[in-house]
């Protein structure tokens, strides 16, 4: 699967961003898949995973009520709704196949070029 996320862009906080993800590849449906993002300076962490037929949905603490994943297998793509942004949310965001790592998702595989997200305070 490769992956392309778009959707990023200069915010204000309390503002809002739609992420996409588009895939290619015939097996997109079949996976589970995540959100992650990456802050200047800080590791990866995990964001929000849904599942193949998003009938599950994950979500990190910090961003709980505030965003919502989703997707269309029809069309290849997920996406992440994210409202109330806050300055702490500035990071580069990725979307990758993601599967279960103790109380959290880890991405799976490739997860392409991120889209970067800018709130200003």
């Known amino acids: 699967v490769q992956l392309q996320a778009s959707g990023g862009g200069l915010v204000q906080a309390g503002g809002s961003l739609r992420l996409s993800c588009a895939a290619s590849?015939?097996?997109?449906?079949?996976?589970?898949m995540g959100w992650f993002r990456q802050a200047p300076g800080k590791e990866r962490e995990f964001v929000a995973t849904i599942s193949w037929n998003g009938g599950n949905t994950y979500y990190a603490d910090s961003v709980k009520g505030r965003f919502t994943i989703s997707r269309d297998n029809a069309k290849n793509t997920v996406y992440l709704r994210m409202n109330s942004l806050k300055f702490e949310d500035t990071a580069i965001y990725y979307c990758?196949?993601?599967?279960?790592?103790?109380?959290?998702?880890?991405?799976?595989?490739?997860w392409g070029q991120g889209t970067l997200v800018t709130v200003s305070s």
């Open positions: 590849g015939r097996t997109f449906s079949s996976y589970n």
């Open positions: 990758a196949p993601a599967g279960p790592y103790g109380s959290s998702w880890h991405p799976i595989g490739s």
